[in-house]
């Protein structure tokens, strides 16, 4: 049998296959489709200090090859999450990655992280600076226009190296837990936020987060989504993904959780070739509840067949020709 396990920072995960925040709800919606304990890790839906509720409807809609969506974070809060939802989450048995975001004030990651760091369950904690949900350029079509406004500083952070470097370095400070930092495609340069997350003591990175995009009713001359615009997501974004991990493989040390269009084995092999060590499946689940196990079971017969007794192996193995 092939090797599957890897690390990321302390923790250690059976196979390097796990879901992408938002996409798994909190993994008791999924109970029904697959045995949960099958999974790498389990990364929740961002959690924030205090309750949300999102942005107004429409949020969703479906694409070429991918969708939109503009949830907006709407998630129970701290609070209600671990009362509610960390105890359902304790008895699968798989790592449980936290993933946290601010809703108007970076210093409530810190307060997340503190809290977070005293609860043995959680393994580890995603900094989701990179949320592009909650930005201030679609107010004015929405009564949410002040909440939306005063939000924004969450997406501004995965765009400003300084502010990444302070936020990373100030969590870091509060917790040893295994810190991941998730990363915006809408820059740039992703390499350059990538080094600044490892050198403010981020033990990986896990990208991409959606594209920042749009999707108009020609009739109405409407955006198909309430706050105009939404995050790409699914097969259309995987060219992209796979892209900025090879580049940000290139430049760090840190492991790399690759996300973003995988849908098959093949689509997450294309990550580990390009130097993903894990993924993460996100709008796949949508399509087929059960495509991680599928995954899972997909890498194993390919190591396999090709000879491969580790997973580490294929890690960042791209020939290059140039
Ligand atoms: C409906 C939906 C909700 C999402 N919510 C979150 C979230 O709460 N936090 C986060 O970090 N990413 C969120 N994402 C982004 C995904 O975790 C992932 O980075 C992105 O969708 C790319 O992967 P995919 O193409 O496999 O979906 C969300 C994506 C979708 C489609």
């Known amino acids: 049998m092939p090797n599957l396990s890897v690390n990321i920072g302390t923790l250690k995960l059976r196979n390097p296959v796990m879901v992408a925040s938002g996409t798994f709800g909190y993994a008791d919606e999924f109970r029904d489709f697959i045995n949960l304990r099958e999974l790498g890790a389990i990364v929740t839906k961002t959690i924030t200090l205090k309750p949300r509720q999102g942005n ?5 809609c479906e694409t070429p090859s991918g969708m939109l969506n503009s949830i907006g974070l709407e998630n129970p809060g701290l609070e ?6 960390l105890p359902l989450l304790k008895k699968i048995g798989v790592p449980i990655i936290v993933s946290i975001s601010s809703e108007d004030d970076p210093q409530e990651f810190i307060v997340l992280a503190r809290r977070l760091d005293k609860i043995k369950e959680v393994a580890a904690i995603e900094l989701n600076i990179s949320c592009p949900n909650i930005t201030p350029h679609a107010t004015r079509h929405t009564p949410h226009a002040k909440s939306v406004q005063r939000a924004a500083c969450s997406q501004l952070i995965a765009q400003d190296p300084e502010a990444t470097y302070n936020l990373v370095s100030a969590v870091r400070k509060v917790t040893q837990k295994t810190l991941i930092t998730k990363l915006s495609p809408n820059v740039t340069d992703i390499t350059e936020i990538a080094m600044v997350a490892q050198n403010a003591g981020s033990d990986a990175v896990s990208l991409i987060n959606t594209l920042t995009a749009m999707c108009i009713d020609v009739e109405a001359r409407n955006s198909k989504i309430a706050m105009v615009t ?23 040390k840190i492991p790399i959780i690759g996300m973003g269009g995988i849908i098959d084995t093949f689509s ?15 709008t796949a689940n949508f399509i087929n509840p059960r495509v991680t196990v599928e995954i899972i079971e997909g890498l194993r ?15 960042g193995s791209l020939r290059c020709k140039s």
Request: aromatic residues 10%.
């Open 56 to 60: 107004p409807p429409p949020r969703t």
């Open 80 to 85: 209600v999450f671990i009362r509610e939802k």
């Open 230 to 252: 939404a995050g790409l997501s699914g097969p259309a974004i995987r060219p992209v993904a796979v892209r900025m991990v090879w580049e940000v493989y290139r430049k760090i």
């Open 268 to 282: 997450a092999l294309e990550f580990f070739i390009s130097g993903a060590t894990a993924v993460g499946i996100g």
């Open 301 to 315: 017969k390919y190591l396999q067949k090709n000879n491969i007794n580790s997973i580490d192996k294929l890690i």
